[in-house]
């Protein structure tokens, strides 16, 4: 039997997508320009053929992380098919299932939401009203009106580019199981429009400066609206372990397991103890997180490098770890160029970097779809053919 991990380094695009302009993302590049903006040392990435995919993808030479030798893993990008640049979108896609529609949105403008949506929002949940009701940045917006949150017991309502509804309040002065409670309500309300996900965001701290977003997170997502991977491994009496917010972008739907932690280091952690731990047949499905909001987001460029050495320097403990006949994944579900203007995801290629005991180099090329990804996988574990992709190891 076999086992399957998939590590996505959330939001590490290697190139803009062709469609990019029509996203407004025409010359994004996540890693080419982090790696632009200062030396990027990333040389276990770099053997696995990150630089080798980065360079395929732009068309460019293999872009220096500090490795000067041939790639070890099977290396190529992906070029998603699915019609958003959003997380469900590229996380159900890599697992074998493209969106097809388009989701819903909330324009650019203020108020950006359907007065009728608030309306039966607040009367539902019997509220004194909203703040924000706009797109915003999610720390920017808590440090503008926590204090005002707290004062007047009104949620902070806010969106972005992507289909998504988010709701911030204070743990303890609002509630966390309040807080949960409301956006369930929410995304009953949000269905009609199309929203994926409304997302709930609790922080905790006394003002503005001291704010700060905690790891209790809680993402209620669409489901997806086909079978993925994850339903075949499980229906065939497989395991899927989430590490992160897998289970919540897949309504946690196919999964088996879920663990958190509220962090990259702390979700490395949880991941080599699968690698030990996971039985034959399973799969360990790992979102990175932090790439994407904390740094990608909030266009900390220093930031971003300093999580993907740190990264990468992990990397051989999880290799050390695995079994003959395992079979690793390393990819990304969308890019968010920190380098580009506003705070929104950028429409670019992943990378896809298969690597294990048993996995010769080769050079992938351009998957036309993030679903060779899971039929890839779905082989690796015996599970008959998905209906979307090509398998990139046959």
Same mark, same amino acid.
């Not at 070029?79 to 590229?90: A, C, F, I, M, N």
């Not at 991977?229 to 196919?254: Q, Y």
């Not at 690698?275 to 360990?284: C, E, Q, T």
């Not at 971003?304 to 390393?330: H, K, Q, S, T, V």
């Given at each position: ?47 696995? &053929? ?16 500090? *490795? ?16 958003? =640049? ?107 429009? =199309? ?41 065939? &009496? ?21 663990? =958190? ?6 979700? *490395? ?86 690597? &294990? ?31 979307? &992709? ?5």
């Amino acid at each position: 039997m076999s086992r399957a991990f998939i590590l996505v380094m959330d939001s590490l695009g290697i190139g803009a997508s062709a469609d990019a302009p029509s996203f407004g993302d025409g010359g994004a590049d996540t890693l080419g320009h982090i790696a632009a903006a200062g030396r990027l040392k990333l040389p276990n990435l770099g053997r696995l &053929g990150l630089g080798h995919a980065a360079g395929s993808s732009t068309h460019q030479p293999p872009l220096d992380l500090g *490795f000067d030798g041939r790639p070890t893993g099977a290396w190529g990008y992906g070029v998603e098919q699915s019609r958003g =640049k959003d997380t469900p979108s590229g996380h159900w896609e890599m697992a074998g299932l493209p969106v097809p529609f388009e989701w819903g949105f909330f324009p650019a403008v203020e108020p950006c939401f359907p007065e009728a949506l608030i309306e039966r929002l607040v009367d539902r949940f019997d509220l004194p009203g909203i703040l924000g009701n706009c797109h915003a940045s999610g720390t920017e917006i808590i440090a503008k009106l926590g204090t005002a949150h707290i004062r007047t017991g009104k949620p902070i309502c806010y969106t972005s580019a992507d289909s998504v509804f988010q709701i911030a309040a204070h743990e303890e002065h609002f509630g966390l199981r309040r807080l949960y409670d409301l956006c369930a309500i929410a995304k009953q309300e949000v269905e009609a429009l =199309k929203i994926a996900r409304v997302i709930a965001r609790p922080f905790v701290g006394a003002d503005g400066p001291g704010f700060r977003r905690t790891a209790n997170r809680r993402d209620l997502t669409t489901p997806p609206p086909g079978e993925t991977l994850l339903d075949r491994l499980t229906a065939a &009496g497989g395991e899927v372990v989430s590490v992160g917010k897998i289970g919540d972008i897949f309504a946690h739907r196919g999964i088996t397991r879920t663990i =958190k932690a509220p962090d990259n280091m702390a979700l *490395f952690d949880v991941l080599l103890e699968q690698v030990g731990a996971a039985p034959d047949n399973s799969l360990v499905f790992t979102n990175f997180v932090d790439f994407d909001m904390l740094y990608g987001h909030r266009r900390d460029v220093p930031g971003y490098a300093a999580a993907l050495e740190a990264f990468d320097a992990r990397l051989p403990e999880f290799e050390r770890r695995m079994r003959p006949g395992d079979l690793a994944l390393i990819t990304a579900d969308h890019g968010c160029d920190p380098t580009f203007p506003g705070s929104d995801h950028t429409r670019e290629h992943v990378p896809v970097l298969f690597f &294990g005991p048993n996995i010769q180099a080769r050079d992938l090329g351009q998957r036309d779809g993030f679903a060779d990804m899971g039929q890839t996988i779905a082989r690796h574990l015996g599970l008959a053919p998905l209906d979307h &992709g090509v398998d990139c190891l046959p």
